[in-house]
């Protein structure tokens, strides 16, 4: 029997008035209402534990008593209210339970007054992942944001008009798109207001345009461009850009509104300023610079004045920096690593940066105290500009890490150094179904199998272009979302084209079409004979994905399961019977399905004595629990003479007979010649007589 006041269940939903359903916590209250006014005082309830809904249902144990429930929503979207469709705990419905479990009826949640909407780009893609936030149109406080989703589709909930702005990326390319406010304005004093409503204002679609830029160019006060100024917006380190070899510069995916712009040198030459002229010393006197949604903003240029430099008190050391391709090392910077007894403790002692001509040099090494031996590196960069390749630290030696890099004196010297350049792959990535799939992606796998690149920054038509690969062999694996990924050159893992990366150059053309689903590269095979108490087995062959698949195996009888498993027992119930096999591959976002060949009918096993002699081959071939007179079959005998190249057994024809009543005779073109031989007797039964290989050796005596 089951104890008093025993728990029962208390199950109910939580939808949305057109029927979807809505997820939240629901909390409990347990009622007393001592005074019996009918209105709840906080001491005449307990608060008890809740749950949280599951696909909009609930469960909750309760013992006898009476009850209030509260439904906070999981999503901005809908109002929090009590059982049922109240507003607050003195009006809710009450539950009563009494010894048995009910079921509630369903509880309709009220959608919050919204705003909606869709985000795209010019083109008309849709931008997932968007973020869009509101801001009461009053006060200016901000009220909620949503991220919107793969189609681009954005809700708010709000109950006061509110100011939105919209940001994000490309879907594609990843790069910065402009942010503006709605419609299409650039601040929120001139934002246009929306009014939610019960149904969702909806906006219809936001466009966003590419992220504007600001661009121009970093020279001396003689006119001469500079290469490796580098120019920033709003002193965000990653909002910067590098002058190349002219001195030009441009900096993408610039914020819609007003900005400050600096330019400096890290090479030390030249005294860095503040867009238009002023000097880095006030910011605040900063020429703003103002970008709108998509504007190309143009003529942010600089004149530095060179630094003031002065003589060294002597030279320690000095020299070039140049790459193993003939260029000259501008901008790199030089690090001097002191020598101590635990190379755990090593630090940088002394720093500079290669100048416009190449070279570099270190004046103070003689006065560090303690030490008197170093090492110094070339740091490495990555490729500099469109069309460049990535450079590898040095270290002194022409070595390529501290541990092995020979040390040197503060005694004056030159030393050179050659940075290693890396090489680069290109290609496109699609998929068979046509277009460019969703997430794109190349790795490169070295000889040692380690993963030195990936590759996920596409453009808009799959092409990619990886320029840090250091010289040597590598398989490259290219793939997508929900699609087969596949190893360069339509091959599967262990086939793979092995392509070679060459300082300085570009190994183009490594692409792929991909396949949506999985398919057999090798189609599964069955293994053994269908002979009735035998068993048979099934290899699931070979698929242009595996890593993470589970495979599943069926037995099929024309188009009728009959089994499943990797192996089958055959049976009497399968005379006469072929039987095939089909293995399929769950690769989790798709799967696919293969089939074996079929086997002969299925028969008993067929057991066979031959007698050599001459040109014949006398065959007593028998088949329990067949009588003789039963025993049909065509029997062709081969002969092994070696192994072929993928490992097969190389046959050689001798003949064919027709075995009836058991017996059989195979003439043979030409007599077997003295010694061993290996036989293999191909038998296709007839009736129920089953069908397969027999192997025999013989010794022909002369």
């Not at 001592?34 to 534990?49: A, C, I, M, R, S």
């Not at 109950?159 to 594609?172: E, N």
């Not at 001396?220 to 709003?234: I, T």
């Amino acid at each position: 029997m089951s104890p008093a006041n025993a728990a029962v269940m208390v199950s109910g939903s939580t939808i949305d008035s057109a029927g979807n359903y809505v997820d939240g916590y629901v909390s409990v209250y347990k009622i007393y209402d001592e005074d019996g006014d009918g209105t709840v005082e906080p001491f005449e309830y307990d608060f008890l534990p809740g749950v949280s809904t599951q696909g909009g249902a609930f469960d909750i144990p309760l013992e006898d008593g009476t009850y209030k429930l509260e439904f906070g929503p999981s999503s901005n979207q809908y109002a929090s209210e009590y059982y049922r469709d109240k507003a607050d705990l003195t009006t809710a419905d009450l539950v009563t339970v009494a010894g048995a479990g009910q079921v509630l009826s369903p509880w309709t949640i009220d959608r919050l007054p919204s705003v909606a909407g869709v985000v795209q780009t010019t083109d008309g893609r849709p931008v997932r992942d968007a973020v869009v936030r509101a801001y009461d149109a009053v006060s200016g406080n901000y009220v909620d944001q949503d991220e919107t989703e793969t189609n681009g589709v954005f809700r708010i909930g709000a109950t006061a008009p509110v100011k939105l702005v919209f940001s994000g990326s490309d879907p594609a390319s990843g790069e910065s798109l402009a942010t503006e406010w709605f419609n299409d304005k650039g601040s929120k004093e001139t934002a246009d207001a929306v009014t939610p409503t019960p149904e969702g204002a909806n906006i219809g679609a936001v466009t966003l345009a590419p992220g504007g830029s600001i661009s121009g160019s970093v020279t001396n006060e003689a006119g001469a461009g500079l290469y490796r100024a580098e120019v920033c917006v709003d002193n965000n380190p990653y909002h910067c850009d590098f002058t190349n070899t002219s001195g030009a510069y441009t900096i993408e995916g610039v914020s819609t509104g007003s900005h400050t712009v600096d330019f400096d040198d890290p090479i030390g030459e030249y005294v860095g300023e503040y867009y238009n002229n002023v000097p880095l010393t006030t910011p605040a006197s900063a020429n703003p610079v103002a970008v709108a949604p998509g504007q190309a903003v143009t003529g942010i240029d600089a004149a530095l004045a060179a630094a003031p430099a002065a003589a060294p008190n002597g030279v320690d050391v000095s020299g070039t920096v140049r790459d193993e391709v003939g260029g000259i090392g501008i901008g790199y910077e030089i690090n001097v690593y002191d020598t101590p007894a635990d190379v755990r403790d090593r630090k940088v002692v002394a720093t500079t940066f290669s100048n416009r001509s190449g070279q570099y040099q270190f004046s103070q090494l003689d006065r560090i105290g303690g030490e008197t031996e170093f090492k110094i590196v070339v740091e490495g960069d990555g490729p500099r500009e469109e069309g460049d390749f990535a450079r590898r630290e040095i270290w002194s030696g022409d070595k390529l890490g501290y541990d092995t890099a020979v040390a040197i004196t503060a005694a004056p010297r030159v030393l050179d150094f050659v940075q290693p350049v890396a090489g680069g792959v290109s290609g496109t990535v699609t998929s068979e179904a046509g277009g460019v799939p969703d997430n794109p992606f190349a790795v490169f796998h070295d000889s040692d199998d380690n993963f030195p690149s990936y590759v996920y920054d596409f453009e808009l038509n799959g092409s990619y272009d990886e320029r840090s690969l250091w010289a040597g062999e590598y398989t490259v694996q290219l793939g997508a979302y929900d699609h087969v990924s596949e190893w360069w050159k339509d091959a599967v893992a262990g086939e793979a084209t092995t392509i070679t990366v060459r300082p300085g150059q570009m190994t183009t053309g490594i692409s792929a079409a991909l396949a949506k689903d999985v398919k057999a590269v090798d189609r599964p095979a069955l293994e053994g004979d269908a002979w009735v108490g035998k068993t048979i087995s099934l290899d699931k062959g070979r698929w242009t994905t595996e890593a993470g698949s589970r495979f599943t195996y069926e037995w099929l009888v024309g188009n009728t399961v009959i089994a499943t498993g990797a192996s089958l027992k055959v049976t009497k119930a399968h005379l006469g019977k072929k039987i095939t096999g089909r293995v399929t591959n769950d690769a989790g976002f798709t799967q696919g399905q293969a089939i074996t060949k079929s086997t002969a009918k299925v028969g008993y096993q067929p057991k066979l004595k031959a007698k050599v002699s001459g040109k014949k081959i006398a065959l007593v071939l028998k088949a329990k629990p067949l009588k003789a007179k039963k025993v049909k079959a065509t029997v062709v005998v081969y002969e092994v003479v070696g192994t072929k190249a993928n490992g097969e057994t190389k046959l050689k024809k001798l003949g064919k007979a027709k075995v009836k009543k058991g017996l059989g005779t195979v003439k043979l073109k030409k007599a077997l010649k003295k010694g061993k031989h290996k036989l293999v007797f191909r038998i296709a039964g007839a009736g129920k007589v089953g069908s397969g290989d027999l192997l025999k050796k013989v010794k022909i005596k002369r």
